[in-house]
Nanobody, 123 residues
Framework: QLQASGGGLVQAGGSLRLSCVAT????????MGWFRQSPGKEREFVAY????????DYADSVKGRFTISRDNAKNTLYLQMNSLKPEDTAVYYC??????????????????WGQGTQVTVSS
């Protein structure tokens, strides 16, 4: 199971760090990622990271502002979000699984999901 936390209300330009703790060893989970969903919209890819952190990728909308990382010793996934914008407002979900390379940005490719944490960015 995955447990996400760290969301909150922040002004535009501010920062937040999301955390996602896994109940099993994360070094056995090949890919972990973050997705987000706004009301009336589909769940969209934010970022993913492979088991040892050797491969990361980001949605174009967050490149240069967000950083994904993982600490396998703590079974924890992180998302550092800087220069936040109102359009970043969403419920953020962590996910884990073994998606093939071409499907890592596709939510149904992930088997395990956290409960979501709300991020609200005010203008």
């Amino acid at each position: 199971q995955l447990q996400a936390s760290g969301g909150g209300l922040v002004q535009a330009g501010g920062s937040l760090r999301l955390s996602c703790v896994a109940t099993e060893r994360t070094d056995s989970i090949y890919v972990m990622g973050w997705f987000r969903q706004s009301p009336g919209k589909e769940r969209e890819f934010v970022a993913y990271i492979t088991m040892r952190g050797s491969i990361v990728d980001y949605a174009d909308s967050v490149k240069g502002r967000f950083t994904i990382s993982r600490d396998n010793a703590k079974n924890t996934l992180y998302l550092q979000m800087n220069s936040l914008k109102p359009e970043d407002t969403a419920v953020y979900y962590c996910a884990a699984g073994r998606p093939i390379y071409s499907a890592r940005g596709y939510a149904p490719s992930y088997r395990h999901w956290g409960q979501g944490t709300q991020v609200t960015v005010s203008s």
